[in-house]
């Protein structure tokens, strides 16, 4: 399984951005998808996750802020993430992740710097 993650970059305090995430591989289950996040100099953190009925779960620094979906198309599942409202405490490696049930599968990160 592939998981690649796309649109980080930078922004401004108070900005909004959209993540995405494709995750593509022959056959493979998807029990859910989620983001997660490093600052630097602390430790990976959950953002936001989505099972898969539908069901989401969101950090509570970002509840009211973030929201993540997913879609599906041919042996590719698509997360993403909106971000509103960024400040700079969101400044962060964000890393979309997959969980299969038997493995979990890791994009590279893309960055996200919120700073004037």
């Known amino acids: 399984v592939q998981v690649v993650e796309s649109g980080g970059g930078l922004v401004q305090p108070g900005g909004s951005l959209r993540l995405s995430c494709a995750a593509s591989g022959s056959t493979f289950v998807v029990n859910s ?3 997660y996040r490093q600052a630097p100099g602390k430790q990976r953190e959950l953002v936001a996750t989505i099972f898969s009925g539908g069901r989401t779960n969101n950090a509570d620094s970002v509840k009211g802020r973030f929201s993540n979906s997913r ?17 700079p405490a969101n400044t962060a490696v964000y890393y979309c992740s997959v969980d299969s049930g038997e493995s979990i599968y890791w994009g590279q990160g893309t960055h996200i710097t919120a700073s004037s």
């Open 71 to 87: 879609d599906n198309a041919k042996n590719t599942v698509n997360l993403y993430l909106q971000m509103s409202s960024l400040n």
């Open 33 to 35: 998808m989620g983001w």
